[in-house]
């Protein structure tokens, strides 16, 4: 037994758990739903991360195991993902959550039929039909009524996680029931037939995206801006497309004007945490991935590295953490314009 591999998930589940008591307190002081929902994702993270410490201390099991799946490969990014669909619903956003779900079913569909997951054809298939159905539902409605977007997808999410639920906890797995690597001795999903395995890409490779490009696009609504693309464009599809790549590019030119602007102390709080949020969200994404294909040695150590730069941004920014309590208030600031009005 390594010692990281019992210190690591714990700290990561201690740290979960914390941070969802606070965000949850948000919620209840403001009653924002992307607060909820992200207090959830975070609760879906703790837990993941307290299976992953009890299997690491005292030794895996069947039941550990498949909760460890199921709320690691399905729940945790797509409930954190959906808090930022909810957090950007007066934008738009929902473009890009629309298409990062068909991306993810897309995949699985792909994944499907491949040699690495055999007889997962079907289940690839349905996935990909029903992601398909909620991309264009989201879509739709961000043209249409966009902050009907976010219910969607947070209902979509949730008539997924009840069919994942289903199919993992009932699931055969070949003994001993679980799966670790040989040599690092961390858990992975390979002890779950294929047609399990290939229906994780809606969730959790669209809730990382959203999660990621989310903090990315926050950072840029406040950051002083050197737009180099600035055209208008209103082409439906091909001006979505567009308005990414705007974002993209002229994300990366305001950088310098951004470092010019902390320096000076003249930078809105929200760029430098949104960017650590961005950063955070980003590297469990990978190295959980990497864990998906045999590289497993980076898994506890992403996962604890990621919440920990999630947490720190969450906490410099003003939005998010105006005032901080854990029974009595702890700090408080001075209210400033919302995300939510600057992008509405």
């Not at 029931?177 to 294929?194: E, Q």
Request: aromatic share 14%; proline share 4%; with cysteine.
């Amino acid at each position: 037994m390594s010692v990281l591999n019992v210190v690591l998930p714990l700290g990561s589940s201690v740290l979960s758990f914390v941070f969802a008591a606070m965000v949850l307190d948000q919620w209840w002081q403001r009653r924002h739903s992307f607060q909820l929902v992200w207090g959830i994702g975070l609760l879906w993270y703790g837990i993941s991360a307290g299976t992953e410490f009890l299997g690491g201390a005292f030794g895996w099991t069947e039941p550990v195991y498949r909760v460890w799946y199921l709320i690691g490969a399905f729940f945790v990014a797509g409930y954190l993902g959906v808090g930022t669909i909810y957090l950007l619903s007066r934008s738009r956003f929902g473009y890009f959550a629309g298409t990062t779900v068909f991306i993810g079913g897309l995949l699985s569909l792909l994944f499907s039929h491949s040699s690495r997951y055999p007889g997962a054809g079907t289940a690839g298939t349905v996935a990909f039909v029903i992601a398909l159905v909620g991309a264009i539902a989201i879509i739709a409605a961000t043209a249409t009524r966009r902050q009907l977007a976010a219910h969607i997808a947070m209902g979509v999410l949730v008539i997924g996680s009840l069919a994942a639920t289903y199919l993992v906890l009932t699931a055969h797995l070949p003994a001993p029931g679980w799966a670790v690597d040989p040599n690092t001795h961390v858990p992975v999903g390979s002890a779950f037939p294929g047609y399990v395995r290939v229906l994780t890409g809606p969730f959790n490779i669209a809730g990382a995206l959203c999660l990621v490009f989310g903090a990315i696009y926050s950072a840029y609504v406040y950051m002083p801006k050197h737009k180099v693309l600035r055209a208008k464009v209103r082409m439906p599809v091909i001006a979505q497309l567009y308005g990414v790549a705007a974002v993209t590019v002229n994300f990366i030119a305001s950088l310098p004007g951004a470092v010019g602007a902390l320096l000076e102390g003249k930078l809105n709080s929200r760029v430098p945490a949104t960017i650590l949020i961005a950063i955070g969200a980003f590297i469990p994404g990978l190295t959980s991935g990497l864990n998906r294909f045999g590289v497993t040695w980076s898994f506890f150590l992403g996962e604890f590295l990621g919440l920990l730069l999630i947490f720190v941004g969450f906490m410099v920014s003003e939005e998010v953490f105006r005032n901080v309590r854990i029974g009595a208030t702890l700090w408080s600031r001075r209210p400033s314009a919302s995300l939510e009005r600057e992008v509405g």
